[in-house]
C-alpha cells in the first residue's frame, strides 16, 4: 500500500495515525475547476441574488453543518458583529445541510444571537449556484477546526471572493498569504476579521487580487502530472533488474 496525501498537513496525519514515514508519503495538492469557479458576471450574480433572496451584504459560509466547521463560533462571531451599528445590514448565508450530529452546541450558539432573523439557512446548494454566491458574498467563513484540503477556499479565491479560515491543519497552506487567518477556537478572532473584510477598503481589493492570484496556482493539469510522475516511479520500482 502506498500513500499520497492532499496536503502536508494530511501527510502529518497519516505519520501520526498510521505510523507511515513522512518521506514515503508525497505530497499532492487538489486542482480546481477554473472553467466554473472564475470572477462572475454581474447578471448571473443579481439572477443567483434573486433566486435565494439575498438582497443586501452577506458572509457566506459553504459546508455541511457540523461541529468540525466550527459552526457554533461562526454564530457566536456574527453574534458580536451584530453590535456595531454600521453593520445592520450584513446577513450570515449558510449554504449547506444539517450534517445531523453534533447540534446542541450549534443550536445553544445560534439561540444566544441577538438578531438571529439576519442568518439565512440555503440548504444544499447546487454546484452551479456556488460561483454566484462566492461573488456576491462580502467573504467566505471558513474557520473549520481540520480540514483536509479545504476546497472552498480556493473556489471563493478564483471567483474574486476574500476569505476567512483557519490558521491551523492544511487551511494556511492552501490559503497562503491570500486569506485571513484567524485562531478557530477563538470567536472574537473570528468576528474581527468580518469586521476587516467588511469594513477595510484597502485590505478588501488587496485579498480579492491576492486570492485571484493563489487559486490561479491550482490547476487539475499540475494535480494530474504530478500523480503521473508518483505512479512512473512505482512502475519503476517494481521493474526487474536488467
Known amino acids: 500500500v502506498r500513500f499520497a496525501a492532499i496536503s502536508e498537513a494530511t501527510r502529518e496525519d497519516i505519520y501520526t495515525f498510521l505510523g507511515v514515514p513522512r518521506e514515503e508519503i508525497p505530497v499532492v495538492y ?3 475547476d477554473h472553467d466554473r469557479f472564475r470572477p462572475q458576471e454581474a447578471r448571473d450574480i443579481s439572477t443567483t441574488r434573486e433566486k435565494y433572496g439575498l438582497s443586501g451584504r452577506f458572509l457566506l459560509f459553504v ?3 457540523n461541529p468540525r466547521k466550527n459552526v457554533a463560533n461562526i454564530y457566536r462571531a456574527f453574534g458580536r458583529l451584530q453590535s456595531h451599528p454600521e453593520l445592520r445590514d450584513v446577513h ?3 449554504a449547506g445541510a444539517d450534517a445531523g450530529y453534533g447540534a446542541d452546541e450549534i443550536n445553544r450558539a445560534f439561540e444566544a ?3 438571529k432573523s439576519r442568518i439565512k439557512f440555503l440548504g444544499h446548494v447546487p454546484l452551479e449556484a456556488l460561483p454566484p454566491l462566492y461573488g456576491a458574498a462580502e467573504a467566505l467563513v471558513y474557520p473549520s477546526f481540520w480540514e483536509g484540503f479545504g476546497l472552498p477556499i480556493l473556489e471563493a479565491m478564483a471567483c474574486g471572493g476574500r476569505v476567512i479560515t483557519s490558521n491551523t491543519s492544511s487551511m494556511p497552506e492552501v490559503a497562503g498569504d491570500a486569506a485571513l487567518l484567524v485562531d478557530p477556537h477563538s470567536h472574537e478572532a473570528i468576528a474581527e476579521a468580518m469586521l476587516r473584510a467588511l469594513s477595510d477598503t484597502d485590505l478588501r481589493a488587496n485579498l ?3 486570492g485571484l492570484r493563489r487559486a490561479a496556482e491550482f490547476t ?4 494530474i502530472a504530478e500523480y ?3 505512479y512512473r516511479t512505482l512502475d519503476d520500482s517494481a521493474s526487474p533488474s536488467r
Open 208 to 210: 480579492v487580487s491576492a
Open 113 to 115: 444571537v441577538p438578531d
Open 220 to 223: 487539475w493539469s499540475r494535480t
Open 92 to 94: 450570515l448565508v449558510m
Open 228 to 230: 503521473l510522475e508518483i
Open 30 to 32: 487538489n486542482g480546481l
Open 63 to 65: 459546508g455541511s453543518i
